[in-house]
């Protein structure tokens, strides 16, 4: 059903892949896109995971069924999946994309392409229009209130160095919705009454996984009197502190 990458190869990001289709548009475009994608992420060294070309009409999303098996696929990977890249290389269906995106239940970081059309092959047989599929599936995406990250140019080849360098910025995206949505801060006392602007929500953190731990000052300085002048993580942060700096007018209390 499936076709994984999972070389040994530095990267570790994996992303799953959304290739799209619409009938009435030129489908041997749709598995060309395909075949190009699979080959930047070879060439860039990501793991991804993707429609195997035989579980749907050339491994592509168009229908409802093929929404379906898109996103029983990333759900069984839910875990190693960090970002999700939805390819466009003709119109597209954009219920089909934004359906396998719902039925994965990811709540991962969604990049948005749409490939160019060239001015001399708009006949029948080559003409693209994923200028327009790209806003109908990003205001799909809207209508369901699902975040979504754009390319630097509306459109681009797969295989340009543009669409590269979007998919190397999105990896870092991905990172740091990874990272953050489990994230604990620590906050010391409250906030100066004078800074609205420093004002938060608890609540909306923790809907997004970030929690937060608060500490009065006065604890920390309890448990600073509580600490040896000998003790080696004052020395460690005391030396810290002189490298970091340039002067040498701060007093050693």
Not at 21 to 45: C, Q
Not at 71 to 79: A, Q, V
């Amino acid at each position: 059903m499936a076709f994984i990458n999972k070389k040994d190869q530095p990267r570790t990001t994996t992303f799953g892949i959304i290739v799209g289709n619409r009938d009435v548009f030129p489908d041997h475009l749709a598995k060309e896109g395909r075949d190009e994608i699979i080959n930047v992420m070879k060439e860039l060294g990501y793991n991804y995971i993707i429609l195997d070309e035989n579980s749907t009409h050339y491994g592509v999303v168009e229908t409802y069924n093929d929404a379906k098996k898109c996103g029983e696929l990333f759900k069984m990977h839910m875990e190693e999946i960090s970002g999700i890249i939805v390819i466009l290389p003709n119109f597209g269906d954009e219920k089909g994309a934004v359906g396998a995106i719902k039925l994965s239940g990811l709540k991962v970081p969604i990049l948005v392409h749409a490939s160019s059309d060239e001015i001399d092959k708009m006949n029948r047989k080559y003409r693209r229009d994923a200028f327009c599929g790209k806003i109908s599936v990003c205001s799909v995406l809207y209508q369901h209130g699902i975040p979504f990250t754009l390319t630097e140019t509306h459109t681009c080849p797969i295989k340009s160095e543009k669409f590269k360098r979007d998919i190397r910025r999105f990896e870092k995206v991905c990172i740091i919705v990874r990272k953050v949505k489990t994230a604990r801060f620590g906050q010391i006392g409250t906030r100066p009454n004078a800074f609205d602007t420093v004002r938060y929500s608890e609540k909306i953190l923790e809907y997004h996984g970030i929690s937060i731990e608060p500490i009065d000052l006065s604890e920390i300085f309890a448990k600073i009197e509580n600490l040896k002048n000998d003790d080696p993580k004052i020395q460690e942060k005391l030396q810290l502190n002189k490298v970091y700096t340039s002067t040498t007018e701060f007093p050693n209390d």
